[in-house]
């Protein structure tokens, strides 16, 4: 037999049990605690991870003193940072580790403090429901979902079920992203009933009923406290778009994709002045600490499709973000740092590790990123191959991206379709860095697939509902194969003739005896009606919804649709109805 050296490094095994023939992670020695925890080993050219942690951007007047620090007499610690930074033990970050039993909570609370962790929870929130969770390299990968209602789709009510159903399916964040309805009382009401920290990007409540060019920097403030004390427990702040990196902008194939980069820079252009976000950013800074909101500090000038990959204009911001991470620790703030996009594969690492170097550890928060743009309709999964390279090599939480990316907003099926695609990504990410006990659940479906025992096997998926719908589509007794091979090539049930094996069988199981399913349950069997494609009616109904919305009449198309009038005039019609929406639903809330 041909012996092998395999690249074992030292990693955790990402097996308790140490269980079948698999030797384990391929990825560096876990090493918590220090700037590589859980990382990927370095392929040649990548930069190397900065020497500096948030213990070198101290408050002025701290010292460090030991392991700690000593903040100045009649200092009140607000924020998670200034409670690690003082050696305290937070009941958050117990809770944390409690959730992640392979840390501890001192090794929680020294991630933080080093700022290569953040424990997003608002202390409003924390009066509600929240669930305090944790997001770092040190950390299993998160995953955000995006909701929202939008000036023609949704309400309140929709965006909470939404809140309910993308945690049922695994999002550990949620943001807001509303730009229609009944911002407030969406906000609110999604806060006060949201066990998983929610995120918000503060400009688009700003600017519904006014253009961005009128927003002035004292509005931007009252927004900003306005949501700090709803309990909103990280911001998008796009602080790192400056006047001066535009130009670079102009040789893009697609510009400025971000919604929040693209109306500050025209904020910047109409007024001849700098990024407000960034000019004021120790005030905002100030309101952030009060309440403990982590900063998300915004990707304005990620690329928008592969060709624009980490060109002059992303990497610049990225500097300046690495320049405003260390602005907001010396406030005792907690900062994450937003990140691309839209990334050829072979550039994902780099990305992943430049920003560790240039913003010092803190935690990067991705959305995917698409490593192809020509699958519209898909981009759940070209993000999610995205996703998962960028969660192994440097990403601690992943932004979803759903089925209907690009082409219109997600209704309850695409909110699944992305959170699913994201828990893959993560999941196969911390099983690649060898987190601790991270392969157990692979481990144990797979013992329950070899015995052929299917009720395990459908309870142990993610999904049960839908593995039991497909298995019962075809065959809905469960024998000893299924209908993909049946039972003369069924290869599994040749192995265990081999070798008996029924280590994972129920208790009472019998070879000879054919075990009936359950019959398919509701949910089930509208998973099998609803394959491939919504039915008709369905579509017809989001599509009349749609169009009501925007005051069309059926078979036609709406005043303001392209083929009927010029790009201006489209635009003129669109801005009065968002005004008008605007103002329907203030009518609404004062009477
Ligand atoms: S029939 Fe094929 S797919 Fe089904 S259990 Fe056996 S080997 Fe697996």
Do not use: Q, Y
């Given at each position: 037999m041909a012996s092998r050296n395999l690249p074992l490094r030292g990693a955790f095994n990402p097996s308790s049990a140490r269980e079948g023939t698999n030797p384990g992670s391929f990825a560096n020695p876990p090493a918590i605690g220090r700037p590589l925890s859980f990382s990927s080993p370095d392929t040649p050219g990548m930069p190397a991870p900065s020497n500096k942690t948030a213990w070198d951007f101290l408050p002025v007047g701290w010292s460090r003193s030991g392991a700690f620090a000593t903040a100045p007499a009649g200092f009140t610690a607000l924020t998670q940072l200034e409670h690690a930074r003082l050696g305290v033990v937070t009941q958050e970050m117990r809770r944390v580790a409690e959730r992640e039993p392979h840390l501890t909570p001192e090794q929680v609370r020294d991630e933080v403090g080093a700022g290569r962790?953040?424990?997003?929870?608002n202390k409003v929130h924390l009066g509600f429901q929240l669930d305090p969770m944790a997001i770092g390299r040190a950390t299993q990968t998160k995953i955000n979902a995006n909701m929202g209602a939008s000036p023609v789709s949704s309400s309140t009510s929709e965006e909470v079920e939404k809140l309910h159903w993308s945690v049922r399916w695994g999002a550990d964040t949620v943001m807001?992203?509303?730009?229609?309805?009944?911002l407030d009382e969406c906000r609110e009401a999604i806060v006060k009933n949201s066990k998983v920290p929610i995120g918000t990007v503060p400009i688009y409540s700003m600017i519904i009923g006014r253009k961005i060019e009128d927003l002035t920097e004292s509005e931007i403030m009252k927004g900003l406290l306005h949501q700090a004390k709803q309990g909103v427990d990280y911001f998008t702040i796009?602080?790192?778009?400056?006047r001066e990196h535009?130009?670079?902008?102009?040789?893009?194939?697609?510009?400025?994709?971000s919604r929040g980069g693209s109306l500050l820079a025209k904020w910047m252009l109409v007024h001849k002045k700098q990024n407000p976000m960034f000019t004021h950013f120790d005030e905002i800074c100030d309101i952030m600490r009060e309440y403990d909101v982590s900063f998300s500090l915004g990707d304005g000038l990620r690329p928008g499709g592969l060709a624009d990959a980490s060109d002059e204009a992303q990497l610049s911001e990225l500097d300046t973000l690495g320049e405003l991470t260390e602005k907001a620790w010396r406030k005792g703030c907690q900062v994450m740092v937003e990140g691309p996009g839209h990334v050829p594969f072979d550039q994902i690492e780099f990305n992943m590790k430049l920003q560790r170097t240039v913003c010092h550890g803190a935690p990067f928060y991705v959305l995917g990123p698409l490593v192809t743009d020509v699958f519209p309709g898909y981009d759940h999964i070209t993000s999610c191959i995205g996703a998962t390279a960028a969660a192994y090599h440097g990403a601690s939480m992943l932004c979803y991206v759903t089925p209907k990316e690009h082409v219109g907003l997600p209704k309850k099926d695409d909110v699944k379709q992305g959170c699913i695609a994201y828990k893959i990504a993560a999941h196969a990410a911390d099983v690649a860095l060898g987190i601790p006990g991270s392969r157990d659940w692979d481990d144990a479906l797979t013992k329950a697939r070899a015995a052929l025992n299917w009720d395990k096997h459908f309870e142990l998926a993610f999904d049960t509902d839908t593995a039991r719908a497909f298995h019962d589509e075809d065959l809905d007794v469960d024998t000893?194969?299924?209908?993909?091979?049946g039972h003369d090539w069924c290869s599994v049930r040749i192995s265990k003739e081999i070798v008996e094996f029924t280590s994972g069988k129920a208790d009472g199981f019998a070879r000879e005896r054919v075990m009936k399913s359950p019959a398919l349950s509701p949910e089930q069997r509208e998973i099998l009606e609803k394959r491939g494609v919504l039915p008709a009616e369905e579509l017809h109904r989001l599509a009349s919804k749609t169009q009501s919305a925007v005051g069309v009449e059926k078979g036609n198309k709406a005043a303001c649709h392209s083929d009927v009038v010029d790009g201006s005039r489209a635009q003129q019609i669109q801005e009065k109805l968002v005004q008008l929406r605007v103002k329907d639903s203030a009518t609404a809330a004062e009477d």
């Open positions: 962790a953040i424990i997003p929870a807001d992203l509303s730009t229609g309805g009944n796009h602080a790192g778009v400056l535009l130009p670079f902008v102009e040789k893009r194939l697609i510009g400025i994709v000893d194969f299924c209908a993909m091979c």
